[in-house]
């Protein structure tokens, strides 16, 4: 069993930055940990993830080069960094977890939301 709480989202203009925090407990060793967003009316959609180990981290085309993902084990907390937000960037984010990477994402947040206004 785990448990995700995210944190850090808000009100933030274009072009300003955010961080967004995954607070992990439970049976999380070796798991792969994701970012995923939801803006209404629309599918929930993939943002970024990274390995346990932290060496391999995939982005969304639409964040490359903007969002940055990292995390602390000791902590066992993931984060995401969002710089240079856009209008588009607005939605609900949640993280989620899986056992391994061939496996789907079966545990996941309640989601915080993010409004960039322009």
């Known amino acids: 069993q785990v448990q995700l709480v995210e944190s850090g989202g808000g009100l933030v203009q274009a072009g300003g930055s955010l961080r967004l925090s995954c607070a992990a407990s439970?049976?999380?060793?070796?798991?792969?940990m994701g970012w995923f967003r939801q803006a209404p009316g629309k599918e929930r959609e993939f943002v970024a993830a990274i390995s346990w180990g932290g060496g391999s981290k995939v982005y969304a085309d639409s964040v490359k080069g903007r969002f940055t993902i990292s995390k602390d084990n000791a902590k066992n907390t993931v984060y995401l960094q969002m710089n240079s937000l856009k209008p588009e960037d607005t939605a609900v984010y949640y993280c989620?977890?899986?056992?391994?990477?061939?496996?789907?994402?079966?545990?996941w947040g309640q989601g915080t939301q993010v409004t960039v206004s322009s």
């Open positions: 989620a977890t899986r056992p391994t990477v061939a496996a789907t994402y079966n545990y």
């Open positions: 439970g049976r999380t060793f070796g798991t792969t």
